[in-house]
């Protein structure tokens, strides 16, 4: 059974960092690109950045480029989503979650870890 | 960046009835990186849809999708009770990936 866990979402002022982590399990995770995907609180999905399945490729939306920085551990089967310079825009539920298809960074999300929320404020 | 367009941005029928959700794309999206995510109150979002028109494990074949180039489409050809969500689509062939804005399916 697929399972992606999150953690170290929490209240953080602007300008402040977090680390998220999430731990993924039933799969094969060094086969998979990973990414993370925010919900602000009542919005839509807004879609952050993404790793390839080696760590050697990663992408991000411009609303965080140059801010967050995503990064895998395949021998511990974790992806993580250094968050700098935050903002209260940034407050949101962060999910990790998997792609389909083995090796295929084009391929859509088929399963998704419950969340972590992160609050900035002052 | 590719804009998706979803429409209508709520939609309200009645169980029993058959629901039709658009999703548009500012420029052509590949067949094959366009997916359907439905998510409840709550919860995380859940794939329905995946490449435009397959059914992902364990979705009732009263969903399908269709479209190709701009215009894809999420149908529910008789909704259950424990349809009424909010339906998403997501491109995932161009970075930066983008989702719609969303179409909530409500009780009418």
């Known amino acids: 059974e697929v399972q992606l866990v999150e953690t170290g979402g929490g209240l953080v002022h602007p300008g402040g960092s977090l680390r998220l982590s999430c731990a993924a399990s039933?799969?094969?995770?060094?086969?998979?690109?990973m990414t993370w995907v925010r919900q602000a609180p009542g919005k839509g999905l807004d879609w952050v950045s993404i790793i390839n399945y080696s760590g050697a490729g990663t992408s991000y939306a411009d609303a965080v480029k140059g801010r967050f920085t995503i990064s895998r551990d395949n021998s511990k089967n974790t992806v993580f989503l250094q968050m700098d310079s935050l903002r209260a825009e940034d407050t949101a539920i962060y999910y990790c979650a998997k792609t389909i298809f083995p090796r295929d960074s084009a391929s859509c999300i088929d399963f998704w870890g419950q969340g972590t929320l992160v609050t900035v404020s002052s | 960046e590719i804009v998706l367009t979803q429409s209508p941005g709520t939609l309200s029928l009645s169980p029993g009835e058959r629901a039709t959700l658009s999703c548009r794309a500012s420029?052509?999206?590949?067949?094959?990186?366009l997916a359907w995510y439905q998510q409840k109150p709550g919860q995380a979002p859940r794939l329905l849809i995946y490449?435009?028109?397959n059914r992902a494990s364990g979705i009732p074949d009263r969903f399908s999708g269709s479209g190709s180039g701009t215009d894809f489409a999420l149908t529910i050809s008789r909704l259950e009770p424990e349809d009424f969500a909010v339906y998403y689509c997501?491109?995932?062939?161009?970075?930066?990936?983008?989702f719609g804005q969303g179409t909530k399916l409500e009780v009418k």
């Open positions: 997501l491109q995932s062939g161009t970075s930066p990936k983008t």
């Open positions: 039933g799969f094969t995770f060094s086969s998979y690109a």
């Open positions: 490449g435009a028109s």
């Open positions: 420029q052509s999206v590949s067949s094959t990186s």
